[in-house]
């Protein structure tokens, strides 16, 4: 089945700093990759997503690019703040059925 | 405002015994999932249902099973609790199974079997 990998696992910045969280996949049929924020005992969150046919999409300080033909993906926070602290998960789906996710980055913005 | 509750929290097992996580979810989704979050394997699937039916089961063992008595509801059971059985079971919806879109997620239930 797909598999999903981030770098870096963890990440320490001081605000303000911007970050880059890469992820890739192995199964070239995923057409839909969301990405999801996690902060400590909370739900996951939507933040931003990609389909296969797009090479970047832009939501406020978050940018997102993707790579069909090196299966590649990275997430690009800028500006950060504090409130950014939070595991960030990657994820590919070929349909909605069955999103297969990454094992996270741990992000850390220190005041 | 959650749109999707689950219940309980946090709950606590003996080894052997049998828990039912409750998922309700507000969302008018007809897509509903399972995945457990743990230290050994971060977010992974469990299973998915779309009307009320079971469209996907990635979990290999019969111990745990899902169960939807209504369309916004999708309830797991897990008997013959085990040690390894502890993680956080996540719930989540989405409009509709098969096309693409975020899914939305409850809040866990973090289950301890000793």
């Known amino acids: 089945g797909e598999q999903v990998e981030q770098l870096p696992s963890s990440l320490i910045v001081q605000e303000g700093a911007s970050v880059l969280i890469n992820c890739s996949y192995t199964d070239s049929a995923s057409v839909y990759f969301p990405w999801y924020k996690q902060e400590p005992g909370k739900r996951l969150q939507f933040i931003i997503d990609?389909?296969?046919?797009?090479e970047r999409k832009q939501n406020q300080r978050l940018t997102l690019l993707f790579d069909k033909k090196t299966k590649h993906l990275s997430l690009h926070i800028t500006a950060t703040q504090p409130g950014d602290s939070a595991i960030y998960f990657c994820?590919?789906?070929?349909?909605?059925?069955?999103?297969?996710f990454g094992d996270g980055t741990q992000l850390v913005v220190k005041p | 405002d959650p749109k999707i509750i689950q219940k309980p929290k946090y709950l606590v097992a003996v080894t052997g015994s049998e828990k039912i996580l409750i998922c309700e979810q507000y969302?008018?989704?007809?897509?509903m999932y399972w995945y457990r979050q743990s230290a050994k394997k971060p977010l992974e699937f469990m299973f998915s249902y779309s009307y009320q039916k079971l469209m996907d089961n990635q979990t290999a063992s019969s111990r745990f099973q899902p169960q939807s008595s209504k369309k916004n509801h999708l309830d797991l059971q897990i008997t013959a609790l085990k040690p390894d059985d502890s993680a956080t079971y996540f719930c989540?919806?989405?409009?509709?199974?098969?096309?693409?879109?975020?899914?939305?997620f409850g809040e866990g239930s973090k289950l301890t079997v000793l």
């Open positions: 994820s590919a789906s070929i349909n909605n059925n069955r999103i297969f």
């Open positions: 990609i389909r296969s046919n797009m």
């Open positions: 989540a919806s989405s409009q509709e199974r098969g096309g693409t879109g975020q899914l939305y």
């Open positions: 969302l008018g989704h007809n897509a």
